[in-house]
Every structure is written in structure tokens, then in C-alpha cells.
């Protein structure tokens, strides 16, 4: 199925429920909004569905807009869209809800990605709002300012304001044309980027002290836990973009980001510089992602974990 198929596809039910992935950040969150403002645009309901609660610095593109949990469902829609979600356990405890209905969608970035919908659309980019883009222009939809700052806002946190490596000439071709129709790029930027809680700066100075070094140096390793949450008056979206610190240290190939979730439970962010696929790396204990930026959950004893990841790391160094 090519884009213009999926695209002709979605738009002929006339309402839909829109998955976001746990942990939302800007990518899946964007084509959330993105979408739910198209099918509006097209006379047709749409509504959003999060296991997880909305950072506040995604409030500005909220006005309005109802996130719903799983249980708060009652209403039955024409067909379900997974928007960012790489994996069944990305869309994490609604996806008993998402295959309640036999119309499911799947629209994703991941080169990893399971392709767990009965229509898919995969495609390795930038950003998922990158392909959501091509979507609505073969539905007719007009990008509005409203549509174009969330479709950017995604482009933007994904590519790391356009400094990481998965941005191509396509994504900024994209965002020159949502540019174009008004979008609001530089307060965008600014406030993913350039704009911090006072508690943000305490929790990463924290962290950072602790950092360790593995493999002559070559992969970097930050440990967020809850206590440091919890003493820091921090919140956990915070940590997003943590790991491009280490990364930055001379001379490492791969950083790596351990954030419990939960006692014995930790989710694993893996970077890479371009030698190693880290990708393979999350695929082995259940995870992935990207080349160059991919993750997993790994239960058990903190240097358990971290053992088990640094050893799978070495053995591809």
C-alpha cells in the first residue's frame, strides 16, 4: 500500500481514535493533534487516546483539546491510527483497545517496526509528521498555521532541531513548506530547546556528576532513578535529551540512558555516533528504533541491567 493508498484509505471512515505512544513526545503527540485537526477539517470526529499524561511544554498546541486515558472510551469509531508507534507495547496498555476494532491503521517512522495494524504505512524519516504531511496533502487537507505548528512541532524534537542525522533534504523540504504556511518555528524550537523548568537544570547537573565510562571510554552511561526525580521535583519527561549530552564527550561511540520506571524496571535510550547499530542492540532485548536511536525496557537489579547492556554493546564495538 503506497501513501496515496493509506491516505485515501484513513479518509474514508468518517471517525477515527488516534493512539499516542507512552511517554508522548513531540513526534507522536504532533501527528495526534495533526490528524484529529484534518479529520475535523473534513467534517469528521476524531479523538486522541494516551496512557500516559501530556508534558506541560506540549500545553501550547492543547487549547481545547481533550488526551483521553483507555478507560475514559465509550464512544465506537469507524477505525483506530497508531501514530509513532513502532511496537504493540509502544501504544502500551490501550492496545487491547486498539484491536477492538478490526480497522486498525499504523503510520510510523521505525525502520523497526512490526507492522502490527491491518494497514501500514512505514517509512524510514526524519519524523513521523514528515510522512503525516504527505498523508493530509493527498486527503485535500489544508495545513492551516494550526496543523502546520503540530506537524512541526514533531519535525523538530525528533531531528533535535535538525542537528541529528536522520534529518534528510525531504524533512527540511517539509518544514520549509509548513514554514510557509505558518507555521511558528522559532517559538517552537524555542520552547522544546531554549525554555526549562528551574527543577530541569538541578536533576541534569545530578545526573551528569555520575556519569561512567565503559570500553576504554568509548560508551558513556547516565542512571536517572526515581529518587532523583522525587528529590529533584522532577518529572521524568524532563530526562528527554539527557543522553545527547554524554554523546557529545569526545571519543564516544555509543551513550546510554537508564531511567527506572518502576522498581526493577528500567527503560534503556541508546545512541549511537554512526559505527554501531543500536537498533540491534534494543531489537535483542525486545526493543527498537532507528540506527542510530533506539531503546527497550529491561527488567531486573539496576547493575543486572546495566551489565547485560554494556555487555551487548561491547560485543558490537
Do not use: W
Request: aromatic fraction near 10%; hydrophobic fraction near 40%.
Amino acid at each position: 500500500m503506497n501513501l496515496k493508498e493509506f491516505s485515501d484509505k484513513l479518509f474514508s471512515y468518517d471517525s477515527a481514535l488516534i493512539f499516542c505512544h507512552n511517554r508522548p513526545d513531540g513526534d507522536t503527540l504532533g501527528c495526534g493533534l495533526a490528524l484529529k485537526a484534518a479529520f475535523a477539517q473534513k467534517g469528521k470526529k476524531a479523538d486522541i487516546v494516551c496512557v500516559s499524561d501530556i508534558p506541560l511544554k506540549f500545553g501550547f498546541l492543547l487549547s481545547g483539546v481533550r488526551i483521553f486515558k483507555p478507560n475514559e472510551i465509550e464512544e465506537k469509531y469507524a477505525a483506530h491510527v497508531a501514530v509513532d508507534c513502532s511496537a504493540e507495547m509502544m501504544i502500551n496498555d490501550a492496545y487491547s483497545l486498539f484491536v477492538k476494532n478490526t480497522e486498525t491503521f499504523n503510520v510510523d517512522h521505525h525502520v523497526s517496526n512490526t507492522k502490527y495494524a491491518k494497514y501500514n504505512y512505514v517509512e524510514n524519516t526524519g519524523a513521523c509528521c514528515e510522512i503525516l504531511y504527505g498523508i493530509l496533502k493527498y486527503a485535500g487537507v489544508m495545513t492551516d498555521k494550526y496543523i502546520s505548528d503540530c506537524l512541526t512541532l514533531g519535525i523538530v524534537t525528533d531531528t533535535g532541531n535538525f542537528m541529528h542525522g536522520n534529518t534528510t533534504e525531504n524533512t527540511l523540504s517539509v518544514a520549509g513548506k509548513l514554514l510557509a504556511s505558518g507555521a511558528a518555528l522559532h517559538d517552537i524550537s524555542y520552547r522544546m530547546f531554549k525554555s526549562q523548568p528551574k527543577s530541569r537544570p538541578t536533576l541534569h547537573s545530578r545526573v551528569m556528576s555520575r556519569m561512567k565510562f565503559y570500553e576504554n571510554d568509548r560508551v558513556a552511561l547516565i542512571s536517572i532513578l526515581k529518587k532523583d526525580l522525587e528529590e529533584c521535583s522532577a518529572t521524568s519527561d524532563m530526562t528527554e535529551g539527557f543522553i545527547d549530552f554524554p554523546l557529545s564527550v569526545d571519543g564516544v561511540e555509543v551513550a546510554v540512558s537508564l531511567l527506572e520506571n518502576r522498581e526493577n524496571s528500567y527503560k534503556i535510550s541508546l545512541r549511537s555516533k554512526g559505527r554501531v547499530n543500536v537498533n540491534e542492540i534494543a531489537a535483542s532485548f525486545g526493543g527498537g528504533g532507528h540506527d542510530l536511536a533506539s531503546g527497550c525496557v529491561i527488567c531486573g537489579f539496576y547493575e543486572d541491567v546495566k551489565d547485560k547492556i554494556i555487555r551487548a554493546i561491547s560485543l558490537s564495538l
